[in-house]
């Protein structure tokens, strides 16, 4: 059993920088592949970014590309997401995933996929 805790959400203005980091804890950290998604209000949970197995292999949603980047350390067991250049369209609950795989290139991208979520931090982006 894995327990995700996202940290670094908050109220920023467009333009701005923010990142979010997860922890995770009480499993084997490598053994996982590792993906944000957000939900804004009224809307589905949507793809953000994913890393492989150690970070092998990354993948971002098209609204996201060339702003975002997700990055691994499998010392600390945590995954980050750093977000630039944020529009008031990014503004949703950004919850970390994991999936547990043995293929190092696998990279989760559908809420299906996922085998434990965080409880989700909110970002705010105001206009």
């Known amino acids: 059993q894995v327990q995700l805790v996202e940290s670094g959400g908050k109220l920023v203005q467009a333009g701005d920088s923010l990142r979010l980091s997860c922890a995770a804890s009480?499993?084997?950290?490598?053994?996982?592949?590792m993906a944000w998604f957000r939900q804004a209000p009224g809307k589905v949970r949507e793809f953000v970014a994913a890393?492989?197995?150690?970070?092998?292999?990354?993948n971002y949603g098209d609204s996201v590309k060339g702003r975002f980047t997700i990055s691994s350390d499998n010392a600390k067991n945590t995954v980050s997401l750093q977000m630039n250049s944020l529009r008031p369209e990014d503004t949703a609950v950004y919850y970390c995933?994991?999936?547990?795989?043995?293929?190092?290139?696998?990279?989760?991208?559908?809420?299906?996929?996922?085998?434990?979520w965080g409880q989700g931090t909110q970002v705010t982006v105001s206009s």
């Open positions: 009480g499993g084997t950290f490598s053994n996982y592949a």
């Open positions: 890393s492989s197995r150690a970070g092998r292999l990354t």
């Open positions: 995933a994991a999936k547990s795989t043995w293929d190092f290139y696998y990279l989760p991208t559908l809420v299906s996929e996922v085998n434990y």
